[in-house]
């Protein structure tokens, strides 16, 4: 009997210690699309110029007081990438730097790496997600079903429409023309719903429907469902839904991806009219109105899983999948006080904004600001492993000769089992993945955007940025402001420039000449000391040659290991015979090859 009891101490000492749980909590990941580190109100408060009250986000900032602010929490760059990090747990070098393109059958995350919900199912979880995928769907086995989610509603690509479910893509390439799918309009407040006429107009939005249903019975179109009601309540009340049904014993997974704060730019009247003093810019009152009920649905989950009695043993994680979409028109949101935007490598661009809680973080944490670096690769260990006890095999994937999981169990340092994070590096993109045919402003060319943080022995916190890099300048406490008048050409600053930020035309080129790797005259990057200047003002290159030099080496030996299969040609005649099966719905049109 006490060899017993020993033998169980001893485990369980060597289960703590390495700062993983003794139990399995439930885990619940809201993942909001597109939001800067100005976005909510728990971060502008300590920034210069402090708290606005276009940026009212009382539960998020609740939940930072009672929980663990992230505060250098990076991610790609845009949406995909993070979006195939996060649930392979493999840098986005190994695994998926393309954004577009998603009718390639091997676009997004390859069928044979594991993904965080199919571990945790094979460790007694339930698993369910909700919102948008964006991680390719061209076979069963690479829709959220396959790829071990119990069930599922949301969108394939990389948005739609909040109010019908309309897609992003179309079949204009096609041979084929479905019929546009049947929108079921029985949502009586669809009048009080809302959307700027610029933001529909840029994305080009086709009437096909991209919303997918999956449960136990298997998948298909969401028939019914797309038009009874704002996209992001449809979301929300499914989540809700998903916990008060849920067995108190059985450990829980939930990751529900928002389409919140995606373009196109769509609130619900009662939202707008709460900001209606924002009488200066359309875009900005918006945005504070998507904001709003954002925080509102964080609200509703948090208060679902409470009244079920989940809330004391459920590890609650809220973050951004990349910095601010700052652009004109379709973005219109802020890094402030950080420098730039998504699609760069700036810090707005990558440095997103995240917080830890729940009732089974342990009080000692509680309202703490950890600085240590953690990379959106890390979730993979630290769910499967730090918390659900598993390990960081993945058999697949390493029979198939693919790279194996890059992410770090981050649960004892975010509990304080550790004082550091086992985090001392951080890599973005790969040179020369520039692609301008995202940007509706042909004039931006950018070259070799690249960039590396490194957390040196003295303590401070290095980052080299190479290429031309858009979007180099500062936001401000207040953007999109008054200086562009709504009356502007889409994508433009109007016809008086004076004053006008394009965040496309602000160009810096760090690297000099363009594309230099070294030797006389070349100036490798731009070189920041993010501890001292975290908001990137002062380029102290050409003080440290020697250290940029070293961090450039490191920057080509992990580009050295890029992983970026050829993923076939685009494909629409497939895809579109598949919508027209659907009924004009989007979904799978080949079969599963795993």
């Given at each position: 009997m006490w060899?017993l009891l020993?033998?169980?101490?001893?485990a369980?000492?060597?289960?703590?210690?390495?700062?993983?749980?003794?139990?399995?909590?439930?885990?619940?990941?809201m993942l909001?699309?597109?939001?800067?580190?100005?976005?909510?109100?728990?971060?502008?408060?300590?920034?210069p110029?402090?708290?606005?009250?276009?940026?009212?986000?009382?539960?998020?900032?609740s939940?930072a007081?009672?929980g663990?602010?992230?505060a250098?929490?990076?991610?790609y760059k845009?949406c995909?990438p993070?979006r195939?990090?996060?649930?392979?747990?493999?840098?986005?070098?190994?695994?998926?730097?393309?954004?577009?393109?998603?009718?390639?059958?091997?676009?997004?995350v390859p069928?044979?790496?594991?993904?965080?919900p199919k571990?945790?199912?094979?460790?007694?979880?339930?698993?369910h997600?909700?919102?948008?995928?964006?991680c390719?769907?061209s076979?069963?086995?690479r829709t959220?079903k396959?790829?071990?989610?119990?069930?599922?509603?949301?969108?394939?690509?990389a948005?739609?429409?909040?109010l019908?479910g309309?897609?992003e893509?179309?079949?204009?390439?096609?041979?084929?023309n479905?019929?546009?799918?049947?929108?079921?309009?029985?949502n009586p407040?669809?009048?009080?719903?809302r959307c700027?006429?610029?933001?529909?107009?840029a994305?080009h939005l086709a009437y096909?429907?991209?919303?997918?249903e999956?449960?136990?019975?298997?998948?298909?179109?969401?028939f019914g469902i797309?038009g009874t009601?704002?996209?992001?309540?449809?979301?929300?009340?499914?989540?809700?839904?998903?916990i008060e049904?849920?067995?108190?014993?059985?450990?829980?997974?939930?990751?529900?991806?928002m389409?919140l704060?995606?373009?196109p730019?769509?609130?619900?009247?009662?939202?707008?009219?709460?900001?209606?003093?924002?009488?200066?810019?359309e875009?900005?009152?918006?945005?504070?109105?998507?904001?709003?009920?954002?925080?509102d649905?964080v609200?509703?989950?948090?208060?679902?899983?409470?009244?079920?009695?989940?809330?004391?043993?459920t590890?609650?994680?809220w973050?951004s999948?990349n910095g601010?979409?700052?652009?004109?028109d379709?973005g219109?949101k802020?890094a402030?006080p950080?420098?730039?935007g998504?699609y760069?490598d700036w810090?707005g661009?990558?440095?997103?904004?995240?917080?830890?809680?729940?009732?089974?973080?342990?009080?000692?944490?509680?309202?703490?600001r950890l600085?240590?670096?953690?990379h959106?690769?890390?979730w993979?260990?630290?769910?499967?492993?730090g918390?659900?006890g598993?390990n960081?095999?993945?058999e697949?994937?390493?029979?198939a000769?693919?790279?194996?999981?890059?992410?770090?169990?981050?649960?004892g340092?975010?509990?304080?089992?550790?004082p550091q994070?086992?985090r001392?590096?951080?890599?973005?993109?790969p040179?020369g993945?520039?692609?301008p045919?995202?940007?509706?402003?042909?004039?931006?060319?950018?070259?070799?955007?690249?960039a590396?943080i490194?957390?040196?022995?003295?303590?401070?916190?290095?980052k080299?940025?190479?290429g031309?890099?858009a979007?180099s300048g500062?936001?401000?406490?207040?953007?999109?402001n008054?200086?562009?008048?709504?009356?502007a050409p889409?994508?433009?600053c109007g016809a008086?420039?004076?004053?006008?930020?394009?965040?496309?035309d602000?160009?810096?080129?760090?690297t000099?000449?363009?594309?230099?790797t070294g030797g006389?005259?070349?100036k490798?990057?731009c070189?920041?000391?993010?501890?001292?200047d975290?908001?990137?003002h002062?380029d102290?290159?050409s003080?440290?040659?020697?250290?940029?030099?070293?961090l450039h080496?490191?920057l080509?030996?992990?580009?050295?290991?890029?992983f970026?299969?050829?993923?076939?040609?685009?494909?629409?005649?497939g895809?579109?015979r598949?919508?027209?099966a659907?009924?004009?719905?989007?979904g799978?049109?080949?079969?599963?090859?795993?």
């Amino acid at each position: 009997m006490w060899l017993l009891l020993l033998f169980a101490l001893v485990a369980y000492l060597d289960l703590t210690a390495a700062g993983r749980s003794a139990t399995q909590p439930h885990i619940v990941y809201m993942l909001t699309d597109n939001l800067g580190y100005g976005g909510v109100g728990f971060l502008r408060r300590d920034t210069p110029g402090g708290d606005t009250n276009e940026i009212v986000t009382p539960n998020l900032d609740s939940l930072a007081d009672s929980g663990v602010i992230l505060a250098s929490f990076y991610t790609y760059k845009f949406c995909s990438p993070s979006r195939s990090s996060l649930l392979s747990g493999r840098h986005p070098m190994h695994v998926n730097v393309h954004n577009d393109a998603l009718l390639k059958p091997g676009f997004g995350v390859p069928e044979q790496m594991t993904m965080i919900p199919k571990k945790l199912k094979e460790l007694g979880y339930a698993t369910h997600a909700v919102g948008k995928w964006h991680c390719g769907f061209s076979t069963p086995s690479r829709t959220p079903k396959g790829r071990g989610f119990d069930s599922y509603l949301g969108y394939l690509f990389a948005y739609n429409d909040y109010l019908h479910g309309f897609s992003e893509q179309g079949c204009e390439n096609s041979t084929v023309n479905p019929a546009p799918g049947v929108v079921n309009f029985t949502n009586p407040q669809e009048d009080d719903q809302r959307c700027t006429t610029r933001s529909i107009n840029a994305r080009h939005l086709a009437y096909y429907t991209d919303l997918w249903e999956s449960g136990i019975s298997g998948e298909g179109p969401a028939f019914g469902i797309n038009g009874t009601g704002f996209e992001e309540g449809l979301f929300v009340n499914r989540v809700v839904g998903i916990i008060e049904s849920h067995p108190i014993d059985t450990p829980l997974f939930v990751y529900y991806a928002m389409h919140l704060m995606h373009s196109p730019l769509c609130a619900p009247k009662a939202y707008l009219d709460k900001f209606a003093f924002i009488t200066d810019n359309e875009d900005r009152r918006y945005v504070s109105a998507m904001t709003s009920l954002l925080d509102d649905v964080v609200g509703d989950v948090v208060t679902a899983l409470e009244r079920s009695g989940l809330w004391d043993n459920t590890v609650f994680v809220w973050t951004s999948d990349n910095g601010a979409a700052i652009e004109l028109d379709t973005g219109a949101k802020n890094a402030w006080p950080l420098k730039g935007g998504y699609y760069t490598d700036w810090e707005g661009g990558v440095r997103a904004p995240a917080l830890v809680s729940g009732g089974f973080l342990p009080a000692t944490q509680r309202g703490r600001r950890l600085d240590g670096l953690i990379h959106i690769s890390d979730w993979w260990p630290t769910f499967v492993v730090g918390l659900a006890g598993g390990n960081m095999t993945d058999e697949t994937a390493a029979a198939a000769g693919l790279p194996p999981v890059d992410g770090l169990d981050q649960w004892g340092y975010i509990v304080g089992h550790v004082p550091q994070s086992p985090r001392t590096e951080v890599y973005f993109s790969p040179f020369g993945y520039d692609d301008p045919s995202y940007r509706s402003n042909t004039r931006n060319i950018s070259n070799n955007d690249s960039a590396i943080i490194v957390a040196m022995d003295d303590g401070s916190r290095i980052k080299l940025i190479t290429g031309m890099i858009a979007e180099s300048g500062w936001e401000g406490p207040k953007y999109p402001n008054g200086s562009r008048p709504d009356s502007a050409p889409q994508g433009e600053c109007g016809a008086d420039e004076e004053g006008c930020w394009n965040p496309w035309d602000s160009i810096e080129f760090c690297t000099w000449p363009p594309g230099c790797t070294g030797g006389s005259g070349c100036k490798l990057g731009c070189l920041f000391n993010l501890s001292a200047d975290p908001t990137e003002h002062n380029d102290i290159a050409s003080q440290q040659p020697d250290l940029a030099s070293q961090l450039h080496a490191k920057l080509l030996a992990f580009a050295a290991t890029l992983f970026d299969p050829d993923r076939g040609f685009e494909d629409y005649d497939g895809p579109c015979r598949q919508v027209e099966a659907n009924g004009g719905f989007w979904g799978p049109w080949l079969p599963s090859a795993v």
